[in-house]
């Protein structure tokens, strides 16, 4: 691929505070990961009225497009995590070893194909994803979105979460949760993913962090997705192409309204 375009944020008046947590980096007391890129030190508090206002926003998300490699496309599912180093940031406990943790989730990376042939993926902004762990059910609203990097042979993401993990008594916990992704393609086909997880009480303090490993397996060819909550994907990625000086990658005639 010749190009990656940079993800771009397009976030409610309600949740613009959100976005700031993602520049708001303590460089004494993030960890440094691949290449510069480094965990968040703190977020910003989840209050009720946050809260309230990401639950709105949820329900006429935001769409936000960039390009991803070709062997990245498609549908991908995964079973579980091996957990190989968890750290209590309280107390400074850290111990190793390989866990596995079910966690079964489907997902489609890659929604369209431009013109030339290039791969584009579609995240929606506030958005659920749904989990499954050993002893109930766990959501994931995805609150924040930035794409560290793409390469012809990794992907890095960063993503913020609001988790509500429920246990099979109808116990439920709310935090907050970073995950910075590194996908890469294995020897075997296989869709690896390196996840450095940091999670947050709701007022946005550290409590723990956590390094997974992830092996997705592909379920599915990449198909375009024509809707996606109610959004014409196809008109979506060509108004972005036409707005970002892309136009000539665009499918349709340019002369469109936005999405």
């Not at 109808?170 to 949760?177: F, T």
Request: with cysteine; proline share 3%; charged share 20%.
């Amino acid at each position: 691929m010749h190009r990656y375009s940079q993800l771009f944020f397009r976030l409610t008046a309600g949740i613009l505070a959100i976005a700031s947590a993602f520049s708001g980096i303590n460089q004494a007391e993030a960890t440094l990961l691949l290449g510069g890129v480094q965990q968040s030190s703190d977020l910003t508090a989840i209050t009720p009225g946050l809260s309230r206002e990401i639950a709105r926003a949820a329900e006429q998300p935001s769409v936000n497009w960039f390009e991803i490699p070709r062997w990245m496309a498609g549908k991908w599912t995964k079973e579980g995590d091996v957990t190989i180093n968890m750290t209590d940031l309280r107390s400074g406990t850290e111990c190793s070893g390989n866990s596995w943790r079910a966690n079964r989730m489907t997902r489609q990376f890659g929604h369209q194909i431009d013109k030339a042939g290039n791969m584009w993926w579609a995240l929606l902004e506030p958005a659920e994803q749904e989990g499954e762990a050993q002893q109930g059910a766990v959501q994931f609203l995805v609150v924040g979105l930035k794409l560290e990097r793409v390469t012809a042979n990794e992907v890095i993401t960063r993503t913020r979460y609001l988790v509500t993990e429920c246990s099979g008594w109808g116990v439920c916990k709310q935090y907050q949760q970073e995950a910075l992704n590194h996908y890469s393609l294995s020897n075997d086909g296989a869709l690896r993913n390196r996840s450095y997880n940091r999670v947050f009480d709701l007022a946005g303090r550290p409590q723990r962090e956590a390094v997974l490993i992830s092996q997705w397996r592909k379920v599915g060819p990449f198909i375009p997705v024509q809707t996606f909550h109610g959004i014409d994907l196809r008109q979506s990625l060509n108004y972005y192409l036409r707005t970002h000086n892309l136009e000539q990658l665009a499918t349709q005639s340019s002369f469109l309204n936005s999405p």
